[in-house]
């Protein structure tokens, strides 16, 4: 990694950090950007880019604070399952996949039979990430990524995106003005960000160029090529939804526990129907993301693939059982509780400190309700005698003096 110029954390520092309620005088903000976009200039030189690309694209970036706002309040992170699950998989953003199946069957057969990507599981990501095309995201590509490369908490990250975005623009892939998007720079049908579009963007219609924006075809062979590259076993669904038995022990659940099939149905795990699960040589993790009163899942290997899209549960659960239902699977045997409590980003990490300060490792505080938190919940459940879900119900925050409402 490069180092930064010093002017780089001066300006992460005051627009992320100041005092609660304070605002920087303008000037300050002004002059702080400009110190940043002056070093991530510097790198972009560095890098190869030419003078030109830099007077369309960073010269004219602007800092935008609704950026910063919206990713402190992601719904991945803030919404609960029932919520993030109902506002994805409706009705009618069914029959659209189902009807869409049609419209493009012999496109998505086609990209299925070249990629190993089931056509389910392409219109499901197409649904969630735009609603099948219809919200692209209309901020400009450079005004975000320039805001959150600027922006402490995943500067390198977004800095190593804005050099990619770049690329794009030197090799004449997309025109700077062309290139809007979602607060986070993602862009296009199926939401791919500059380094993804850069090293997995295909041609899907023929024309020579591969365009997400203008192009569905481009779009889903895209989205296909870039799932194969992650790791998508042809012939394998995502995972099931499942019955537990009674007096189950929760401990067990979690996406770092992986147990054969076999020993699932051993521990007398069914499928949702009520059956036997399935013979194969496969391993499984166990989900409860609404903790022992909502849906339990086994997730197979294609899951922890669409987690490599967007790192986040409630996505790849959502996209899984979406594609199911686009197929004709019917809704969920148990669907998640809708009246679980909310938790914003800092009553997470609220909550995370608490679990640290008890004896209970959540890891470094970050508001992100990630593996070692429901973890931690875990054990602190399993230590008061309570059901060790991993799941921060009303009884665990009361017990860890954390305040929260449904």
Do not use: K
Not at 184 to 193: D, I, L, P, R, T
Not at 206 to 229: C, Q, Y
Not at 236 to 249: I, S
Not at 371 to 395: K, L, M, S, V, Y
Request: glycine residues 10%; hydrophobic residues 45%; contains cysteine.
């Amino acid at each position: 990694m490069r180092l930064w110029s010093s002017a780089v954390p001066i300006l992460l520092s005051l627009a992320s950090f100041g005092p609660p309620g304070a605002a920087l005088a303008a000037d300050e903000e002004r002059q702080a950007f400009a110190a940043c976009i002056a070093s991530l200039s510097d790198r972009a030189r560095g890098e190869g880019i030419s003078e030109q690309t830099l007077a369309a694209t960073l010269a004219r970036a602007q800092y935008l604070q609704r950026i910063i706002d919206a990713d402190r309040r992601q719904p991945e992170f803030t919404d609960s399952f029932a919520r993030y699950l109902g506002l994805r998989i409706t009705d009618t953003q069914v029959e659209r996949g189902r009807a869409l199946a049609d419209t493009h069957g012999p496109l998505l057969a086609r990209i299925s039979r070249e990629h190993g990507v089931p056509a389910q599981i392409l219109l499901a990501l197409w649904a969630v990430e735009t609603s099948f095309g219809r919200f692209f995201g209309e901020i400009p590509t450079f005004d975000a990524l320039a805001t959150l490369a600027c922006d402490q908490r995943r500067s390198a990250f977004f800095a190593g995106e804005l050099m990619a975005a770049l690329r794009l623009v030197e090799r004449g892939h997309v025109a700077p003005e062309d290139m809007l998007g979602s607060w986070a720079g993602a862009m296009g049908h199926v939401q791919f960000m500059p380094s993804v579009y850069l090293r997995h963007a295909i041609d899907g219609d023929g024309d020579g160029r591969a365009d997400l924006w203008n192009s569905v075809p481009d779009a889903l062979a895209s989205a296909a090529n870039f799932l194969a590259a992650l790791g998508w076993q042809p012939g394998w669904r995502w995972g099931r939804e499942v019955q537990l038995p009674a007096e189950f022990d929760y401990t067990l659940a979690g996406r770092g526990q992986r147990r054969p099939l076999a020993e699932w149905q051993q521990l007398g795990l069914r499928n949702a129907g009520g059956g036997p699960l399935p013979v194969a040589d496969a391993t499984a993790s166990l989900l409860v993301p609404s903790g022992h009163q909502g849906p339990a899942f086994l997730v197979y290997d294609n899951f922890h693939v669409l987690m490599r899209w967007n790192r986040s549960e409630f996505f790849a659960l959502t996209v899984g059982l979406l594609a199911d239902r686009i197929g004709g699977a019917p809704p969920l045997v148990t669907p998640p509780p809708a009246d679980t409590l909310r938790l914003s980003r800092m009553q997470v990490t609220a909550l995370q400190q608490a679990l640290n300060d008890a004896g209970f490792d959540a890891g470094s505080p970050d508001g992100i309700m990630g593996p070692a938190t429901r973890g931690a919940i875990r054990e602190f459940q399993h230590a008061r005698g309570q059901i060790a879900d991993g799941f921060p119900n009303a009884a665990v925050l009361a017990a860890l003096g954390i305040e929260a409402s449904p």
